[in-house]
């Protein structure tokens, strides 16, 4: 029964803590993954980026969660979520700890090198992508410069509902070619 569904959904969402979110974020993500009301996929996508930005055990799991939350979620997710991930990447943790903070964008580009081959990636997580790479590449050694380049290239022959999508492509590649 989808009212009994919704109400246990709710339940969990209200019951979630430090402690928990892991698990109640994956029974979240599976009920995202398996629902076809864009009513309530769009309320999932809603509660599980909030919980993630709220009682997140670590950054990682904060970009992983978020990942998976674009790859279900595609356009129902909503721009400031690419903010906020975008500031955590650039920020890191807010303590003077570079290496950390170098760790977590090199973890951040090797995710999404493999997402510009991805099919069907929604164009705000795309836009996500582009930036981090154009931004952070150089910390990452063993991408080859010209295999990425290229990988960006091929995407920006895709046809975009946003042009600015391709923008951040172009942003992207200009970045990588200026380290270089």
Known sequence: DETLKR????????M?????VVFISGKLMESLKSSTDE??????VSRITELAERYAPD???FIVTMNAVFDLGGSLVRPEIAHNLMRLIAEGSGD???DADNE???????EYYDVLTKPDTPELFLQLVCWVIGEYS???EDIDV???LGRLCDLADHPFEEEATRGYIISGMMKIVAQD
């Open 7 to 14: 109400k246990t959904l709710d339940l969990l969402y209200k």
């Open 16 to 20: 979630t803590n430090p402690g928990n």
């Open 39 to 44: 009513f309530l996929r769009t309320e999932l």
């Open 59 to 61: 950054n990682k799991w």
């Open 96 to 98: 003077d700890d570079e």
């Open 104 to 110: 977590l964008r090199r973890y951040a580009v090797t």
């Open 138 to 140: 150089y910390v990452v």
């Open 146 to 148: 010209d295999e990425l």
